[in-house]
């Protein structure tokens, strides 16, 4: 009885590391299809295909490193198919679920980014930057952050903001 379960068991584990193989497959097949069209956010058909694929993924196997770099990648594709409440929740997944990922930084910052540029959110940009300050005070994208943060709370618009700079003597 003790040897059928082992056999079982490692049927179980072998089917489990198959499919994790083929959802890994499929999920790259689709990346290169993504990335081999001059104009990927047209083709939402299989945009939508990578985000589901990555979310089951990274459902099935929370544990495993790739689900939060396929989360961040849901994530960047959702925001170019025009989906960007949904990008600023999945890189939120990407910061809360996996704070020790390499790029948990910039989704937070990203956060930011999504929403003072795609949705005309000030005031979550500005929470998301602020919170980014908070967490990443020595991170290379402080002085960007500031900046944007600066411009947000400004209220003029790009235009008025560049003529507002120092003007360098000429020469």
Request: include cysteine; charge should be neutral; charged fraction near 25%.
């Amino acid at each position: 009885m003790r040897t059928i379960s082992m056999i079982l068991a490692a049927c179980l584990f072998f089917t489990a590391c198959d499919s994790r193989g083929q959802q890994v497959e499929a999920i790259q097949q689709l990346e290169q299809k993504l990335r081999q069209q001059k104009d990927a956010s047209l083709d939402t058909l299989s945009a939508n295909a990578l985000i589901e694929k990555s979310l089951a993924f990274a459902a099935a196997y929370p544990k495993d490193s790739l689900a939060p770099a396929f989360l961040f990648q849901a994530a960047d594709v959702s925001r170019g198919i025009h989906k960007a409440e949904e990008a600023v929740r999945l890189w939120g997944r990407v910061q809360a679920e996996y704070p020790g990922y390499e790029r948990a930084a910039d989704a937070l910052f990203l956060q930011g980014f999504t929403c003072e540029n795609n949705l005309s959110d000030k005031e979550r940009a500005l929470a998301y930057y602020q919170t980014f300050l908070d967490k990443y005070p020595k991170h290379p994208l402080v002085d960007d952050v500031s900046l944007s943060m600066e411009y947000l709370r400004s209220g003029k618009n790009m235009e008025e903001l560049i003529k507002s700079f120092p003007k360098k003597p000429t020469q």
